[in-house]
């Protein structure tokens, strides 16, 4: 055996024993609910088509795209990416006049308003508007109910409204079980784009950044962390900032015209550049890779987060029975695998 070949072993070696217990062993296509706040930041986009790429796989069952977003522009824009591929999940979305961030985001107008000269949409779409989505919370409990138990990974990569109301919700015609006892018997875990996990907030979580998808709506994401009868992994505010994804890619594979391309150009232009040169992070696209590819990502020990404040600051307390673990700091080297990865995944036409 040469030289190259034993370090591949000790490789291959290593990938496996990194890969936490009980995800190796999945079942493909898992059934995933997809919990987003579209509209609000780019890699929520970008995040579902990797969704996509994975069902086209065999990995993936996308069972819903639920909105926490409170505004119906959300649902239309999920529809048009989606359309644009020739795909059509099921939607749902928070109860109107519930949530939070009702706001137009950085490119809902742009996406569900453009016209056509003779002032069609410009963007195809297949739902009528107003979007009616059906209310998330009795959606995604007739989803958990009629699911096989222990199968359902949640995907949360926006506010934690839509979680938080399930689990509270109350036995009905659905279900004789709550909320929290149907997620209990039917979710696997909960992989979660949320809170900020550097080395500098887990030692003085005073000092933490309020990270956006908590600081928007702290009591529900403080009551999910609390109640979530689930493992829940988190990607937090640091990791998904350090792997970008190249503006270059928006410019050579969707090109104008394309919703992507629209929504990650108004993004940046009115975010952080003029030009809108900018590289974006991929927060939500890591919590999706997690689910499939856990093997890229590496776990901290066990413990419980919670809010440190009203504010939206969370701390992190380790703990042996905690079900909690948050995505370590990776080398460089293996961030440049894995923006490569994400590349690659979110590359969907329509076929
Ligand atoms: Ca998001």
């Not at 742009?110 to 963007?123: G, M, T, V």
Request: glycine share 6%; net charge neutral; charged share 30%.
């Amino acid at each position: 055996m040469d030289f190259k070949k034993i370090i591949s072993y000790i490789f291959i070696y290593l990938s496996a024993i990194a890969i936490p217990a009980g995800f190796a062993q999945d079942k493909y296509p898992i059934p995933v609910i997809f919990d987003t706040d579209m509209g609000n930041d780019i890699d929520d986009a970008l995040a579902l088509y990797m969704l996509f790429k994975y069902e086209d796989m065999g990995k993936c069952r996308l069972l819903c795209v639920a909105h926490n977003k409170d505004n119906p522009k959300s649902v239309v824009a999920t529809d048009i990416f989606a359309s644009r591929i020739g795909r059509s999940p099921k939607y749902c979305a928070i109860a109107p006049g519930t949530g939070v961030s009702r706001n137009d985001g950085w490119y809902l107008r742009e996406l569900c308003e453009k016209k056509n000269p003779d002032a069609s949409p410009f963007y195809k779409r297949s739902i009528k508007e107003p979007a009616n989505a059906p209310e998330s919370v009795s959606c995604l409990r007739k989803i958990l109910a009629e699911s096989d138990d222990n199968a359902v990974v949640y995907i949360s990569v926006g506010f934690s409204t839509n979680l938080a109301n399930l689990l509270k919700s109350k036995p009905d015609e659905i279900s004789e079980l709550s909320g929290r006892e149907l997620f209990a018997k039917k979710v696997k875990y909960v992989s979660i784009m949320a809170g900020d996990f550097s080395p500098e907030s887990l030692k003085n979580p005073a000092k933490a950044m309020k990270e956006f998808n908590v600081a928007t709506d702290a009591e529900s994401a403080g009551y999910a962390f609390e109640n979530c009868p689930v493992p829940m992994y988190f990607s937090g505010f640091e990791f998904g900032s350090s792997i970008t994804y190249p503006r270059s890619e928006i410019d050579s594979f969707f090109e104008e015209g394309h919703p992507i391309y629209e929504a990650y150009d108004t993004c940046s232009r009115k975010l952080y550049r003029r030009d809108g040169k900018f590289d974006w992070a991929t927060f939500d696209m890591t919590s999706v890779l997690f689910v499939f590819e856990p093997e890229y990502i590496k776990l901290s020990e066990p413990g419980k987060v919670s809010l440190f404040d009203k504010e939206g600051r969370i701390k992190f307390t380790p703990s042996k029975d905690g079900l909690h673990k948050y995505f370590l700091q990776i080398p460089d080297s293996n961030k440049e695998k894995i923006r490569s990865r994400i590349i690659e995944l979110a590359r969907v036409v329509n076929e």
